[in-house]
């Protein structure tokens, strides 16, 4: 792990505030030393700057605080989301096609939320064997999280 550290992917402020223990036990450190190897590390070398992880590592009982799906990727270590440091919209879109153009071995990679300049962040993931290289947009409709396909 070159460009990134177990501390910066489990840190949560929600964890901190109601004292949940983020703990990685030694599957999802593999998990996460995987996801970095892969993916997170090589985007950063190609991007040239720090690239921010707003959420790694949730424990289930995390997960559950701050409203995560049941089955997130992110309680198995498999998952980050990630901003550019600028956290422009703009910068965010460039960040999510260098990952598309580099052909990383990602998992899900999803556009999330913002508006037509570029996403509010950009979830990514890696499982390792089975890696659909999918690619969607997340978006709001009447209060709910809507996936589509997305095309970059």
């Given at each position: 792990m070159k460009y990134f550290t177990y501390k910066e992917l489990t840190k949560s402020a929600t964890a901190q505030r109601r004292g949940i223990d983020n703990t990685p036990?030694?599957?999802?450190?593999?998990?996460?030393t995987a996801l970095v190897?892969?993916?997170?590390?090589?985007?950063?070398?190609?991007?040239?700057?720090?690239?921010?992880?707003?959420?790694?590592?949730?424990?289930v009982r995390l997960n559950r605080a701050?409203?995560?799906?049941?089955?997130?990727?992110?309680?198995e270590g498999k998952a980050a989301?990630?901003?550019t440091v600028s956290d422009k919209p703009s910068d965010n879109l460039r960040l999510l096609k260098l990952i598309v153009s580099l052909h990383l071995p990602f998992d899900q990679l999803i556009f999330e939320y913002g508006g037509d300049t570029g996403p509010d962040w950009i979830h990514v993931?890696?499982?390792?064997?089975r890696n659909r290289r999918q690619v969607l947009r997340a978006?709001?409709?009447?209060g709910k999280t809507i996936y589509s396909i997305y095309k970059p």
């Open positions: 036990n030694g599957i999802v450190k593999a998990n996460l190897a892969n993916v997170l590390d090589p985007l950063r070398e190609a991007w040239g700057e720090p690239i921010i992880v707003t959420s790694g590592y949730r424990s701050v409203g995560g799906a049941s089955k997130s990727q992110h309680t989301d990630i901003r993931s890696y499982d390792q064997g978006t709001r409709k009447d």
